[in-house]
């Protein structure tokens, strides 16, 4: 099994974007897999969102609902999807979280106005690990 499939079958993994100073803040999100692709969901006045607008680059593991790290972190980059790549991803997400990500989630970004964006996660292979 790759690590894409052992971190998709997680429910949810710790995040952890860099700030422009540097220093990492970790947050949890709820992640879907499908074909080796890994995908989560952030709104657009995010910090989380704002800091993947300027870094890329991300750390994950595996975690508990609150952020506590339950496995080995991994690094890797976060690209914004859109059109079908996005409806995928919502998809994903509603299927694998039926009540937080298919009605709680969307019904909240509706409700405050913001934009939802979602992510592809990609892992750098191994042989390219530092």
Do not use: C
């Not at 952020?67 to 997400?93: S, Y």
């Amino acid at each position: 099994m790759d690590d894409v499939d052992a971190l998709g079958r997680h429910r949810y993994v710790l995040l952890e974007t860099r700030k422009r100073d540097g220093t990492w803040v970790g947050t949890p999100v709820s992640i879907a897999t499908a074909d080796g692709r890994l995908f989560f969901r952030a709104y657009d006045a995010s910090g989380k969102a704002k800091r993947l607008k300027n870094f890329r680059t991300v750390k994950v593991s595996p975690s508990t609902m609150r952020g506590r790290p339950t496995g080995p972190t991994r690094t890797g980059t976060a690209d914004l999807v859109d059109g079908a790549d996005a409806a995928r991803a919502r998809a994903l997400l509603a299927a694998k979280y039926p009540l937080l990500q298919a009605r709680l989630v969307p019904w909240m970004h509706r409700r405050k106005g913001w934009t939802t964006l979602h992510y592809e996660l990609r892992l750098t292979p191994p042989e390219e690990r530092p």
